[in-house]
């Protein structure tokens, strides 16, 4: 089996970036290792990618789900970054009224959300409900469903947010109403398939 060979330097040179952290005077240790620790744990998953879905290597499916893991390498490894070197990052993340948590937000539902119904059924990436990972259709009726309605709420948390709700609050429910959505359907999808 071929394995993949843009994922270890990509991973290597992200751990990297990250393990400077420790050099850095504000004694950020835990974010350093929490940042190294995630992406060593997306370098594994998307080395493993054809055994946890079952697929062969030339399955286009494999190419989304890798994709996707390579985005969140980049993403997670800027996002350490910043946090690391960036003096004010503290600051921002805990100001949260500039709105930064949404953005961030926003981009990882989008980006989860377009993916989603390409993603093969498997246990570690996707939708991950009890009656999820049991069952292949209601798999992918769940992810189809979170598809469908990513961008209505991400347009909806947008709206909420500029009407003036608190970021928070904008971000828990629109996380809460975003996962129960395709989550009750999956559930009656799997009731019914079961009786």
Do not use: C
């Amino acid at each position: 089996m071929k394995k993949p060979a843009m994922i270890w330097p990509l991973t290597v040179v992200s751990i990297l970036i990250l393990t400077l952290g420790f050099f850095q005077q504000r004694n950020q240790w835990y974010v350093t290792i929490t940042g190294v620790g995630i992406i060593i744990g997306l370098g594994l998953l998307d080395w493993y990618t054809p055994k946890i879905a079952r697929l062969s290597e030339t399955n286009p499916k494999i190419k989304t789900m890798r994709r996707l893991n390579r985005f969140f390498i980049v993403f997670f490894t800027t996002l350490f970054t910043f946090i690391l070197w960036y003096p004010k990052a503290q600051r921002l993340i805990d100001d949260n009224d500039s709105g930064i948590t949404l953005l961030i937000v926003l981009a990882i539902m989008g980006i989860l959300g377009n993916t989603a119904p390409k993603l093969p059924f498997n246990r570690y990436m996707g939708l991950r409900l009890p009656w999820t990972i049991r069952d292949a259709e209601t798999w992918k009726a769940a992810h189809r469903w979170l598809g469908y309605i990513t961008f209505p709420i991400v347009i909806i948390m947008v709206i909420v947010f500029i009407v003036g709700v608190d970021v928070n609050e904008v971000v828990t429910y629109g996380i809460l109403t975003w996962i129960a959505i395709p989550g009750a359907y999956s559930g009656w999808v799997y009731y019914k398939r079961m009786v």
